[in-house]
């Protein structure tokens, strides 16, 4: 396959683009693969391609049982970052957002990454506080932070409602760097870069069950037979708790359903992504003009990509809280995502105790910003059976060792993360 | 989401904050050989089936008693509503 350019671009352009053809081919499964990737999601994709581009290992099958971008990868709100406080994530999250800054040139694929940086608003001393200090740990990662007081945010989003009586804007935390990539442009990016490299891309192919030879994971089963791998490479979000069960294994995830909401088209009003520091509600605009935000989760556990009622007004409320203008514009479409919530809200990279079989989930709602860099360290864990160094932490024993990630402090409680 | 409430009649789920896994009524016995992977497993691993689930529901917004809500995680659908109290008591537990 040819590359992308702005050369071919014009070309097509002026021939009437009869010359396009699809970017990934269509196999039929062979009967064994070196490594089979379970979900073609984001992350399952973005393994597949740096498996094959880092790694030198191209016997690889991704089996998605929908079509790929049809999961989580095709429903967030788009938001990169890289702004955590624990050691255990920080540097994982810059390593992510090093490649997404470097990704379109990698994969040669237009994902229209937009670092327009993304504001968290803060509203009292003590929050501007736990800021600051999240500020200089972004910046012993090389992420970069700047604290902002309440003039220069101003001059950034003038339209906030700065002089709120119960949640007074006192400042932001911003990272430039941070912003909005389009979701499903990833999920095909990934998906032709690996597709070039030789890697089979199983759709509508759904895995029922492992097989197992003496206590090992050798294949996998699916709606069009049985196919035998070395290795194993579960990736299926949402699933993650359904998927393993049948390798009989209870994980520490819950799945919950978190909603998205996206207004009718505007013209461009808002700069970059803004978060509310004292509800839960963060917004940005499409390119489109629409605005893009979101809150809490519904909170109870479910399967179904729908949420309800109760959510939507408090998602609002908190929009009118921190922006009253965007009372005025309707809402176009709303949908839900089930997520892999995990016990401390931080995920899991790991092998099992299983032998072949390996686990890629728990990325609750902020998965999608982690995608290149969890493709690149799964890709990693799969070719060299060790954790690569920014991912030593995302172990599904370390609630046994005492050593979560609890970015918030919140405790065992999925639906709190 | 409409909760049967024992005691009060349809309550709006609005009312509720859910807390999980009704297995976390079950809290392993402290002083066994095995306690600490009893614990670990108790507090950190879940079922999270497809389907019918058992939960605990506490009315926060209301009387304040806890509920066991068994509901479909695929369709939302509650099958069933009963006191926290009389399901503990009914494993054998004091309260
Ligand atoms: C509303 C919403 C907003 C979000 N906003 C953000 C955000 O702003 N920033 C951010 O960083 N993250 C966000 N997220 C989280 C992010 O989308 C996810 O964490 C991430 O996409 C999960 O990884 P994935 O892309 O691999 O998942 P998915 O795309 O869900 O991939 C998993 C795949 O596995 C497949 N699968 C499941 N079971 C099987 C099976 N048995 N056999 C074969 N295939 C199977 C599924 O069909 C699916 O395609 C948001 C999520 C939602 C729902």
């Keep these: ?417 | 989401m409409i909760i049967n409430h024992p005691l009060l009649g349809p309550r709006d789920a609005s009312e509720f904050v859910v807390k999980g896994a009704a297995s976390l009524i079950d809290r392993p016995d402290w002083q066994a050989e095995n306690a600490t992977d009893a614990f670990h497993d108790y507090m950190y691993l879940r079922d999270n089936p497809a389907g019918e689930h058992a939960e605990l529901w506490y009315h926060e917004q209301g009387d304040r008693s806890w509920l066991v809500v068994t509901r479909n995680t695929l369709t939302h659908e509650v099958t069933k509503v009963e006191m926290a109290r009389d399901v503990a008591r009914a494993r054998g537990r004091s309260k």
Excluded at chain 1, 16 to 32: F, I, Q, S
Excluded at chain 1, 131 to 160: C, I, Y
Excluded at chain 1, 278 to 299: P, R
Excluded at chain 1, 315 to 322: D, K, L, N, R
Aim: with cysteine.
């Design chain 1, 1 to 417: 396959m040819t590359n992308y350019s702005g050369l071919k671009v014009l070309w097509q352009g002026l021939t009437g683009n009869k010359g396009w053809k699809p970017v990934w081919r269509e196999p039929e499964p062979k009967a064994e693969y070196d490594v089979i990737i379970v979900g073609g999601g984001g992350h399952g994709l973005a393994t597949a391609y740096y498996l094959a581009k880092e790694f030198g290992v191209t016997n690889v099958a991704v089996i998605e049982k929908g079509w790929i971008g049809s999961g989580n990868i095709g429903r967030n709100t788009t938001i990169v970052r890289s702004n955590y406080l624990l050691k255990g994530n920080e540097p994982f999250y810059e390593q992510s957002m090093k490649l997404w800054e470097g990704l379109e040139q990698d994969f040669n694929y237009n994902a229209m990454i937009s670092q327009r940086g993304i504001l968290n608003l803060y509203h009292s001393d003590a929050q501007r506080d736990a800021f600051a200090r999240r500020g200089n740990a972004m910046h012993l990662a090389g992420a970069g932070a700047e604290l902002l007081d309440q003039d220069k945010v101003r001059k950034m989003a003038p339209f906030l409602d700065y002089d709120n009586a119960r949640f007074p804007i006192k400042g932001a935390l911003l990272q430039k760097r941070g912003g909005t990539v389009r979701h499903d442009a990833v999920a095909w990016g990934y998906a032709r870069g690996a597709d070039m490299r030789g890697v089979d891309i199983i759709q509508n192919c759904e895995v029922t069950g492992f097989q197992m030879d003496g206590g090992a994971c050798v294949g996998v089963q699916t709606s069009k037979g049985n196919i035998r791998a070395k290795k194993v490479a579960v990736c299926v979000a949402g699933s993650s708790g359904r998927v393993m069960e049948k390798a009989g294994m209870r994980l520490p995830i819950e799945s919950h359903v978190l909603q998205a909401f996206v207004s009718e088209g505007l013209k461009p009003t808002i700069p970059g992504v803004i978060t509310f520091g004292a509800g839960h509600f963060y917004v940005s605009q499409s390119d489109k003009g629409g605005l893009v935000f979101g809150g809490d989760l519904d909170g109870y556990n479910t399967y179904a990509q729908r949420g309800n009622l109760p959510v939507v007004e408090d998602v609002c409320e908190g929009g009118m809280a921190i922006m009253p203008m965007i009372g005025r514009s309707r809402l176009l479409r709303m949908w839900g995502g089930v997520m892999d919530m995990s016990m401390d809200g931080s995920p899991y990279i790991d092998k099992t105790d299983i032998d072949g079989l390996y686990f890629n989930g728990g990325w609750c709602y902020g998965g999608f910003k982690a995608t290149p860099a969890s493709g690149f360290c799964y890709a990693h864990l799969l070719a060299t059976d060790r954790p690569h160094e920014n991912a030593t932490e995302f172990r599904l024993d370390r609630f046994k060792r005492g050593a979560m990630i609890d970015e918030k402090g919140v405790g065992a409680q999925p639906n709190l993360h």
